[in-house]
């Protein structure tokens, strides 16, 4: 698109999916390099796909192929078998790739990843420890947002997305750099953000938002959503990130935390940060070279004595390593160890949750307390699911309409083997959030494990209406019939399931 005369605005009205060609008009060579970049390549749709095939220990066999119909992949089991077409391919390809299939508006992560090192197809992570791993797992907005643009989810439901699902592919501009709008009409120095000269604690929020995961779900903050970050904020203006007090475990998303462990931040007081070694629109691929010159500039000429010329510092100090949840490859270290071989880690254990940094004072005990529900549930710790619903009941009266808080007490409650009253806090959630399938799905289980099994059934009925592929409802509606001798019941709804999967009608 031409740029107006001088002392013109550039037009606004500009479709959302052009974003990045917009500020291309004039940061050509940022654009460009932006673009060859791990996050200007963290979604697509896929092309030439590599074609392969693999069997895991269950006896599950998948086959990866392309044509000019598309990508598909297709899972044979027990004389069964399912083919999906990709929608989109999840990942840089740096380290892998890994899969979106889209079925009646849901996106659905595939079980499939392409390891780039390995130049192979294995499982993805989490789905190792799955006896039959399926193209079942939702694709959330938490999920996307982090690998995407702009993702269209729809508020309320677990993974429907409006069509298309993305208005950009990969991660825009915006992500870092805040709202365009304002700097296409006065096109000046300062009219857009520089997350390099914010305060440390919403220039760094800027990187966490995706790079910081922490030890249980991210909390949203009462009436917040994760696309309700903006540059310039704290993340804490909308969610919170909980850590565990003394860990160091090793993971795929672990790099600020490490980070904040190493001599080298900790020293700076602040002033480094993933800026000071991570250019987001090099002019040239980075190499141990360019890793090094960043070291360097802090500290040249201290350690001649013991560093000979020509030591790559990265290959030392920032050694490659498997990560805890990584699959079949291995990520940079960003502990930046003293002893290239002190690798050791502490055991995260029950140890305490601490908030990366601290939420507005009025959700501390609210957020924590979800926190620990979150966590409690994750790591079957009962101890820790007792005391995030300690928590909440204390908040809960003080603001009783708040939906996350009534999901984490009922939670707790089922959890502890108190059904009935779990039924009464979900009930009250969808009193708050009416004509929710996720809601009547809560309900619905409560009142299985309950023994209450017409009521089960009439909300499990009223979920799959509202959303005939959440799947998990389905699958305890099935339950359900099975209990109350409705096989045939069962069976019909296992067959309609199936077919909505594969995308036919009944």
Request: overall charge neutral; charged content about 20%.
């Amino acid at each position: 698109m031409p740029r107006k005369a001088a002392g013109c605005a550039l037009p606004v009205l500009i479709p959302l999916i052009l974003q990045a060609h917009v500020c291309q008009t004039c940061h050509p060579k940022e654009v460009a390099a932006y673009l060859h970049s791990g996050m200007g390549r963290s979604l697509r749709t896929p092309g030439s796909e590599p074609e392969g095939s693999f069997s895991t220990a269950s006896g599950t066999r998948f086959t990866i192929r392309s044509g000019s119909q598309g990508t598909w992949q297709r899972m044979e089991r027990f004389g069964g078998s399912a083919e999906y077409r990709v929608a989109y391919v999840l990942g840089s390809g740096s380290h892998a790739a890994s899969y979106l299939i889209e079925v009646g508006g849901h996106l659905l992560q595939s079980p499939v990843c392409y390891y780039t090192a390995r130049g192979k197809y294995d499982l993805c992570p989490g789905y190792d420890q799955t006896a039959e791993p399926d193209f079942t797992r939702p694709a959330g907005e938490e999920c996307v947002l982090c690998h995407s643009g702009m993702p269209r989810h729809i508020p309320g439901t677990p993974n429907q997305y409006e069509q298309p699902a993305f208005l950009e592919q990969p991660i825009s501009c915006e992500r870092c750099h805040g709202s365009a709008a304002g700097h296409l009409k006065r096109p000046a120095p300062g009219s857009i953000l520089n997350p390099a000269k914010l305060a440390p604690a919403a220039r760094d929020s800027v990187c966490e938002q995706c790079h910081l995961v922490g030890a249980t779900q991210r909390i949203l903050n009462p009436g917040k959503d994760f696309a309700g970050f903006h540059p310039g904020q704290r993340l804490e203006d909308v969610f919170t990130v909980y850590t565990r007090a003394g860990a160091q475990a090793f993971r795929v998303i672990s790099h600020v935390e490490q980070l904040a462990l190493s001599a080298c931040a900790r020293a700076s007081q602040g002033k480094m940060w993933c800026g000071t070694c991570h250019d987001p629109h090099p002019q040239a691929t980075s190499t141990s070279q360019t890793y090094d010159s960043r070291c360097q500039s802090c500290h040249a000429g201290k350690l001649a004595g013991t560093h000979p010329a020509g030591n790559e510092c990265v290959g030392c100090h920032m050694a490659r390593r498997a990560a805890q949840d990584g699959g079949h490859t291995v990520f940079t270290d960003h502990r930046i160890r003293k002893k290239p071989d002190d690798a050791g880690e502490s055991l995260v254990g029950l140890q305490e949750l601490r908030a990366w940094r601290a939420p507005d004072p009025a959700f501390e005990s609210r957020n924590l307390g979800l926190a620990y529900v979150s966590a409690g549930l994750a790591d079957r710790s009962p101890a820790e699911i007792a005391r995030g619903y300690r928590m909440l009941a204390e908040f809960q009266p003080s603001s009783p309409a708040d939906v996350e808080v009534l999901k984490g007490i009922g939670r707790a409650l089922l959890a502890g083997g108190h059904p009935s009253e779990a039924v009464k806090a979900f009930e009250l959630v969808l009193k708050n959030a009416p004509d929710s399938a996720a809601g009547e799905e809560d309900v619905g289980v409560a009142l299985l494990q309950a023994g209450q099994l017409d009521p089960a059934a009439s909300h499990l009925e009223r979920a799959v209406r509202l959303d005939p592929l959440l799947l998990s409802a389905g699958t305890a509606l099935q339950s359900v019939y099975r209990r109350q001798g409705k096989d045939g019941k069962a069976d019909a709804l296992a067959d309609r399931m199936r077919r909505a999967m594969l995308g036919l009608s009944n």
